[in-house]
């Protein structure tokens, strides 16, 4: 049986790829910083799937050293991942660059790009090793262009596209796969995160548009994970159907 590790488990994509990598028959790490949100979705793994099924990793990204020891002390059978889903990533703000709030702007680069890294450069290491792996990170329609305000998140999730270009070209010579999913607007809890709780303004990012769920991106990413070992997707866009990039979305 094949074992996923999902970063950012608790919430939107990341808690749909676990469902679906669960579903469809994978043994599934769950990782996030909220216990209580992964305890919830490993009881319902347990329950639906089986015990042995779901193994749960409470760490921040952020905290390289937290995020290395947790995955040390992973017990010897579930060390062997075949699947990395680097999903843990937020957006803070939607400012002018000339007004952004440099907390802000640290708290996005430490997790979108630095957070994702330490996860490559924790996991990665055994798949070459092992010859056999899979790394799926998520990206953005952000990362294309920059959109109005989207400034310094636009800038982590291009840098996520390099990234991942860049592990693609470095394990060229070795089995491994490298994919980047990159979705436009999806419904989650991305928006209340961006606009630190205000969800009157989240709620207007998705008015007069039927936008993405989660299950929908978490479909994508399975499909990128069971395709056949000489099939490497490299890039997918996912949009919802009236939007066209990152600035074009046509309202009801
Ligand atoms: P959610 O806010 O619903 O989920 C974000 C997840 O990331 C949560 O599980 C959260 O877990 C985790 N996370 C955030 N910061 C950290 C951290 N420091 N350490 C560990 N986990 C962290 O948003 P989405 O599901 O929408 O976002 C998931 C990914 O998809 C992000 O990378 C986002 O940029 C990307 N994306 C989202 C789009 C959208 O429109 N929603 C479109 C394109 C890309 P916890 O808080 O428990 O730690
Ligand atoms: C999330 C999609 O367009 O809100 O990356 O930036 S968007």
């Given at each position: 049986?094949?074992?996923?590790?999902?970063?950012?488990?608790?919430?939107?994509?990341?808690k749909?790829?676990?469902?679906?990598?669960?579903?469809?028959?994978y043994?599934?790490?769950?990782?996030?910083?909220?216990?209580?949100?992964?305890?919830?979705?490993s009881?319902?793994?347990?329950?639906?799937?089986?015990?042995?099924?779901?193994?749960t990793?409470?760490?921040?990204?952020?905290?390289?050293k937290?995020?290395?020891?947790?995955?040390?002390?992973?017990?010897?059978?579930?060390?062997?991942?075949d699947?990395?889903?680097?999903n843990?990533?937020?957006?803070?703000?939607?400012?002018?660059?000339?007004?952004g709030?440099?907390?802000?702007w640290?708290?996005?680069?430490?997790?979108?790009?630095?957070?994702?890294?330490?996860?490559?450069?924790?996991?990665?290491?055994?798949?070459?090793?092992?010859?056999?792996?899979?790394?799926?990170n998520?990206?953005?329609?952000?990362?294309?262009?920059?959109?109005?305000?989207?400034?310094?998140?636009?800038?982590?999730?291009?840098?996520?596209?390099?990234?991942?270009?860049?592990l693609?070209?470095?394990?060229?010579?070795?089995?491994?796969?490298?994919?980047?999913?990159?979705?436009?607007?999806?419904e989650?809890?991305?928006?209340?995160?961006?606009?630190?709780?205000?969800e009157?303004?989240?709620?207007?990012?998705?008015?007069?548009?039927?936008?993405?769920?989660?299950?929908?991106?978490?479909?994508?990413?399975?499909?990128?994970a069971?395709?056949?070992?000489?099939?490497?997707?490299?890039e997918?866009?996912?949009?919802?159907?009236?939007?066209?990039?990152?600035?074009?979305?046509?309202?009801?």
């Open positions: 049986m094949k074992t996923v590790m999902v970063t950012g488990a608790t919430s939107g994509i990341g749909a790829c676990a469902l679906a990598f669960a579903k469809a028959g043994r599934v790490i769950i990782t996030g910083r909220r216990a209580g949100l992964l305890q919830e979705l009881d319902w793994i347990r329950g639906e799937c089986g015990p042995d099924r779901v193994y990793l409470v760490f921040d990204v952020c905290d390289r937290g995020a290395e020891e947790a995955v040390s002390g992973l017990p010897e059978e579930w060390k062997m991942i699947v990395l889903v680097n843990a990533g937020l957006a803070l703000g939607l400012d002018k660059e000339y007004e709030d440099y907390q802000d640290d708290t996005m680069i430490d997790t979108n790009i630095k957070g994702l890294l330490t996860m490559t450069r924790t996991i990665v290491p055994g798949m070459v090793e092992r010859n056999h792996g899979h790394v799926i998520i990206g953005s329609v952000a990362g294309d262009a920059a959109y109005a305000n989207g400034n310094v998140y636009c800038a982590t999730k291009a840098a996520v596209k390099s990234i991942t270009d860049g693609r070209i470095d394990v060229a010579h070795t089995a491994l796969r490298v994919t980047l999913v990159k979705p436009g607007l999806v989650t809890n991305f928006s209340k995160v961006r606009f630190h709780g205000d009157k303004r989240a709620d207007n990012v998705y008015k007069g548009i039927k936008p993405l769920t989660g299950e929908d991106i978490a479909e994508v990413v399975v499909y990128a069971q395709s056949p070992a000489h099939v490497q997707i490299a997918i866009l996912v949009l919802a159907t009236h939007q066209a990039n990152g600035s074009v979305i046509v309202r009801e």
